[in-house]
Structure formats: C-alpha cells, structure tokens
C-alpha cells in the first residue's frame, strides 16, 4: 500500500521560502495526481495545488499562484512545494495526497508557520 509522508516545514518570516517534500513508499508516485492541501486553524483543508498523475498539467489555488511551484522527481518517487514570498496567511499544516480511482492516501502533514 502506499504511504506518502511530508517534510520541510518550519518557520519562516513574511517574504521568506520553504520547500516541502512529499517521499512515497510501496508505490510510484507517477501513477497518481498528487495534491498539497493545507489547513489552518479553525479553518477548512483547502487545496493547494494538484499535479495530474501524467505530470502534464499542474493547477493552483489562486492564493499561492506565482509564488508557489509543484514538481515531481520520478526517480527519487517524491514531490515537492516550492513556496516562496510567503505570507503569514500562509501558516497551516500542509498536507500530501496521493490519488487514483477512488483511492486516497494522506500524509500526516508537516507544519508550516510565517511570522516575524
């Protein structure tokens, strides 16, 4: 079964850049759609970005457009988040979701917290 799990969270100040990492195991991540969620307290999870399972099309949450970059290495069977220019609105816990069919896996997340 694959597991999926996060990492590369931390604090950061407003401005600043973090990249996530989401590694699988018990799979190949190029045959499903990642997606980074987030959620903050008291807050809904949101999506954040998706990566389609082909890695031909990448969508974003229109908060993080053009400060945030999904990819995909294939051979190291992980993704990542490159966030930069962040905002303190950008503090939650971030989350990996591997998809296919109707098959879900989530990570655990990793916490993410902008602040001066």
């Known amino acids: 079964q694959l597991q999926v799990v996060e990492s590369g969270g931390g604090l950061v100040q407003p401005g600043g850049s973090l990249r996530l990492s989401c590694a699988a195991s018990?799979?190949?991540?190029?045959?499903?759609?990642i997606g980074w969620f987030r959620q903050a307290p008291g807050k809904e999870r949101e999506p954040v970005s998706c990566?389609?399972?082909?890695?031909?099309?990448?969508t974003y949450a229109d908060s993080v457009k053009g400060r945030f970059t999904a990819s995909r290495d294939i051979a190291k069977n992980t993704v990542y988040l490159q966030m930069n220019s962040l905002k303190p609105e950008d503090t939650a816990v971030y989350y990996c979701?591997?998809?296919?069919?109707?098959?879900?896996?989530w990570g655990q997340g990793t916490q993410v917290t902008v602040s001066s």
């Open positions: 990566i389609s399972s082909g890695g031909g099309r990448t």
């Open positions: 979701n591997a998809r296919v069919g109707l098959r879900n896996y």
């Open positions: 018990g799979g190949t991540l190029a045959n499903y759609a």
